[in-house]
């Protein structure tokens, strides 16, 4: 059963339909180069702890599942993050600036909130039938797990890639960056109106 509940937590991740978050994780991504690696797995984890504080609030019945905004939420943190990351990148190419990298860790925290009442909606579904606290925090301990895996499979994944074109190629990574930037906030420009209009 726990297995089951760890598979439902990475292929909620890692599946074709979630690119709305795979794109999320991208923008963390591109936020430093990857030789500050040190930095991605800290905004990741700020994105973590946020969306595993939201899956347990939704659980433990503290807040609505289905809400209507949550979605173009999803969407439009996507933009914000890609354009705030725009703003701190073409002001501080280097990334050195401390206070961006505060500002951006609670914003992706607050962030990761809102992405966890999506993962939410998937979860407290499977345990609404179940009884005994130990049994549902083991359910919710497994998927978060799953979850957390496929986030660092996928961010191990873009790090081997930023690498080798940022680093090893050398090709443009500033400019590179930037358009990257740029066009994650268009998709999730596209997604937002997607999902308002659906």
């Not at 292929?11 to 339909?17: N, V």
């Not at 936020?31 to 991605?40: C, D, I, S």
């Amino acid at each position: 059963m726990l297995e089951t509940f760890f598979k439902i937590g990475f292929h909620h991740l890692t599946e074709s339909g979630a690119w709305d978050h795979q794109l999320f994780l991208a923008t963390i991504a591109l936020a430093y180069a990857p030789v500050q690696w040190r930095k991605w797995i800290a905004l990741a984890t700020a994105f973590a702890i946020g969306h595993t504080a939201a899956i347990a609030s939704a659980t433990l019945g503290w807040v609505p599942l289905g809400l209507s905004w949550v979605e173009p939420a999803i969407a439009a943190s996507i933009v914000v993050l890609a354009m705030v990351d725009l703003v701190l990148l073409m002001r501080d190419p280097l990334r050195q600036d401390r206070g961006g990298y505060w500002f951006l860790l609670v914003l992706i925290l607050a962030f990761g909130f809102v992405h966890g009442l999506g993962f939410g909606s998937a979860f407290v579904p499977l345990v609404a039938m179940e009884e005994g606290t130990g049994r549902i925090l083991s359910m919710f301990a497994s998927f978060t797990l799953g979850v957390e895996v496929a986030q660092l499979l996928i961010l191990g994944v873009f790090w081997v890639v930023a690498l080798i074109v940022f680093d090893l190629l050398q090709w443009h990574p500033l400019l590179l960056r930037k358009a990257l930037l740029v066009l994650i906030a268009l998709k999730g420009t596209l997604i937002f109106w997607g999902s308002v209009g659906g």
